[in-house]
């Protein structure tokens, strides 16, 4: 048993409940694992109660987490989307439940063994060894002391000990695995033509057909929502240019900077590597007669590429022994056999770039910059100071804008995707960012300055246009397109079928084709989940819904062209089940099948243990208008 302890928390299944779970200390909360319960339950699992407050702290970790990871606050409204909320919630339930399992099983473990694992564990070592202040340290920064901690593990090794029996040994049928693998791997050849259809073909679109239409799909005549955004900014962009730099600033940030326009002295060096002293001096010796230095390379079966180091700095060399004979050469001067710590060479010094500093006139202008960028962001917190106060003092954005020297700009219309209401990109300071969040805010709400970049972006939503349909003559033109599209689609339905049941009742694809003054193409190698750029999703979809040497056809993603096939032949890869990708195969197959075993004990643990849920305190604290999942 404790042997199983000790290996839980390595296995997937540990792992995968790690997101359920969190640990404890995510889920939970570090303080509410140890304390009592609230008294207003959110949710009842057996006799334990889930309060409103933890809750609200786990979720507030989460997207604390979460921003952390994508760089991204999310919203509420991104979170339910998400389903963030409904997952916390489930989690800790899922996590109540196996606490309940782990108490009437009676399992345990002793603190000494927990004591032993700490001390091996190298997160509280210092030199090798356990440091009781460092593993002190470390408690405290995450809220706990000795006793919780020891408490904490115990009980993730009990839930573990529980979760890990669940699927424990499982192991999928070769039979399968292999079934599996021949599915996926089938390949086939497909022999094939294609026939056309326009809009010419079809009759067009009655006043009957096109309000059908408008009837049947409204929604494909909805315009989005849209919002008028007024929006101020800072950036360092802005402030920069207007910043003026004193001679003696220049001065100062050259001496601060000089290092960065400094240029070291570059060589290119050609190097002929030898396998012994002998050699090289050989060598060198022949090119003091007269011999090319390249002639002897190329003799030694090298380019000028392979010995060619170019436009290289003397830090950029590894092996310094060669870099200092390198960089004592004159120019086309050859070196006397050289033995580094890496190679034996002869060294010829094709190309001397002397060092450089360049002047404070040479960089003059780019200094300049950069010292602007520098004072930039400076001014640009004294900026926002002053916006905040005048926000504070209910001053209208278009006279703070005007006091401050900021852009300023109203949108009119805008939807959440950036389009106006004609259709077309709409420009707007800081776009993605000011959309997201004008769009999870409202009318009158005075919102948080956005902070990309050193940046500082102001909005208000001073408009709520909802969505609505738009009416039947402003959008008869598309109708019109649509209703034509789907005739076009259905002629070349009726087509194709046409062709395929001929197919079917004698006739060849030769002789069908050349009624249809096509060609006939061959496609080989195709698998039933790959697509590529001739044969399209349901192109491969439709070759392999049939038997080898039958008929099927598929319509093109432009929905004037149908292809008319024949799977030309079934080709089975041959199986080892020692083979990596066999052996891959067979690990998705046993991680989705215990991963399903887990999900179904759960499930009917928490049916066993008995849970109930407190619906409006649910929508309360989430603040969701569903029930709790």
């Not at 910043?243 to 002295?265: D, F, M, Q, V």
């Not at 086309?332 to 002047?359: F, N, Y």
């Not at 049939?546 to 929905?559: A, I, Q």
């Amino acid at each position: 048993m404790l042997e199983m302890f000790r290996n839980a928390g390595k296995s997937w299944v540990a792992k995968i409940l790690l997101v359920l779970l969190a640990g404890s200390f995510g889920v939970w909360g570090i303080q509410d694992i140890f304390g009592g319960f609230n008294a207003t339950a959110l949710a009842t699992v057996g006799n334990q109660e889930i309060s409103g407050q933890q809750y609200s702290n786990s979720y507030r970790q989460a997207m604390q987490r979460l921003a952390q990871q994508t760089g991204q606050n999310l919203t509420a409204e991104d979170a339910r989307r998400m389903g963030i909320d409904r997952s916390i919630l489930s989690g800790m339930i899922q996590s109540a439940a196996i606490d309940a399992q782990a108490s009437n099983l009676k399992l345990s473990i002793s603190r000494q063994l927990i004591a032993e694992e700490a001390k091996g564990n190298p997160a509280f070592q210092s030199n090798g060894q356990f440091d009781p202040q460092l593993f002190a340290r470390i408690l405290q920064q995450n809220g706990l002391n000795e006793e919780m901690y020891v408490a904490s593990e115990s009980r993730n090794r009990a839930q573990y000990a529980i979760t890990d029996a669940v699927a424990r040994g499982f192991k999928p049928p070769n039979t399968f695995v292999e079934a599996l693998y021949q599915y996926r791997n089938e390949q086939r050849d497909a022999k094939y033509f294609t026939i056309n259809a326009s809009e010419a073909d079809v009759p067009a679109p009655t006043d009957e057909e096109l309000k059908r239409q408008y009837d049947a799909t409204p929604t494909a005549y909805t315009a989005p929502e849209f919002r008028s955004i007024a929006v101020m900014k800072v950036e360092p962009a802005d402030m920069a240019p207007k910043i003026a730099i004193a001679s003696e600033a220049l001065s100062a940030g050259y001496e601060k900077y000089k290092r960065n326009y400094y240029t070291p002295e570059k060589r290119t060096i050609l190097q002929i590597s030898f396998p012994t002293i002998g050699e090289a001096e050989r060598a060198k010796a022949r090119i003091s007669a007269g011999e090319d230095f390249m002639a002897i390379a190329k003799e030694r079966g090298a380019s000028e590429a392979d010995i060619t180091f170019a436009d290289k700095s003397k830090a950029e060399f590894l092996d310094k022994t060669v870099a200092e004979a390198a960089f004592n050469l004159k120019q086309d001067e050859v070196s006397e056999p050289v033995s580094g710590s890496l190679v034996t060479a002869l060294l010829k010094a094709a190309k001397i770039a002397p060092e450089k500093q360049a002047s404070l006139d040479e960089v003059k202008d780019e200094l300049t910059k950069r010292l602007q960028a520098e004072r930039a962001l400076d001014e640009i917190q004294s900026i926002y100071d002053a916006v905040e106060d005048a926000r504070a003092a209910q001053t209208k954005f278009e006279d703070i804008a005007k006091a401050q020297g900021i852009p300023f700009v109203v949108v009119p219309a805008v939807s959440a995707t950036g389009l106006g209401p004609d259709g077309k990109e709409v420009d707007l300071p800081g776009k993605a960012d000011v959309l997201k969040a004008a769009f999870a805010s409202d009318v009158g709400v005075e919102n948080d300055a956005l902070t990309p970049h050193d940046s500082y972006f102001w909005y208000e939503v001073r408009e709520v246009i909802p969505s609505a349909l738009k009416p039947l003559d402003t959008v008869k033109s598309q109708l019109t397109s649509d209703v034509t599209a789907r005739k076009v689609r259905g002629l070349l339905t009726e087509r194709a079928t046409s062709i395929v049941k001929k197919l079917y009742d004698g006739a060849t694809l030769e002789q069908l084709a050349s009624e249809a003054a096509s060609e006939i193409k061959t496609a080989q190698g195709l698998k039933r989940n790959e697509a590529n750029a001739e044969f399209d999703v349901p192109a491969v979809t439709a070759l392999f819904s049939v038997p080898e040497k039958e008929f099927s056809w598929s319509l093109e993603g432009d929905g004037k062209t149908a292809k008319i096939m024949q799977s030309q032949s079934v080709l089975a890869e041959p199986y080892s089940s020692n083979s990596p990708q066999a052996k891959e195969l067979a690990q998705s197959v046993k991680d989705a099948a215990t991963k399903d075993l887990l999900t179904v004990y759960l499930t009917a643990l928490q049916g066993q243990i008995g849970v109930s849920i407190n619906n409006a305190l649910w929508q309360q604290v989430s603040g969701s208008p569903n029930a709790a999942p």
